[in-house]
């Protein structure tokens, strides 16, 4: 049992999964100041009201969720403009390997396609 779980965390797609989710969570509080401290003083400077939460329909309270919509919508963007962004331009200017030739069966295949096309 303790050597599959040895086998298991040695594995390469967990160790890169694990890093994945620390740094993630390391730039979530990046992406999250971003928005509470940068972006949502400006929209507060725009629109004169930085924060919906005492927004209410009857005695529904929407205002926090408002607010959650807002700072979700911020964050996606951040993270797209960020992250997604530069990241695909550096894998646009990447070359590209070029594709493998055929396979020998392919080439008997075709071999044979010609020879029957000939006949």
Same mark, same amino acid.
């Given at each position: @049992?303790?050597? =599959?779980?040895? /086998? *298991?965390?040695s ?10 989710? &620390?740094?993630?969570?390391a730039f979530?509080?990046?992406v999250?100041?971003l ?9 507060? @400077?725009?629109? =004169?009201?930085? /924060? *919906? ?7 529904i309270?929407?205002g926090k969720? &408002? ?6 919508l ?7 403009v960020f992250i997604?962004?530069?990241?695909n ?18 080439q ?12």
């Amino acid at each position: @049992m303790l050597k =599959g779980f040895r /086998d *298991f965390i040695s594995r390469g797609n967990v160790i890169d999964l694990a890093v994945g989710v &620390i740094i993630g969570a390391a730039f979530a509080t990046i992406v999250s100041s971003l928005v509470a401290d940068m972006i949502t003083p400006l929209i507060g @400077m725009i629109f =004169g009201q930085p /924060d *919906f939460s005492a927004i209410q329909l009857g005695p529904i309270m929407i205002g926090k969720f &408002i607010n959650a919509v807002v700072s979700f919508l911020l964050t996606a963007l951040g993270l797209y403009v960020f992250i997604v962004l530069p990241f695909n331009k550096m894998k646009k200017s990447e070359p590209k390997p070029p594709p493998p030739g055929p396979t020998p069966t392919e080439q008997y295949l075709k071999e044979i396609r010609d020879l029957l096309a000939r006949k």
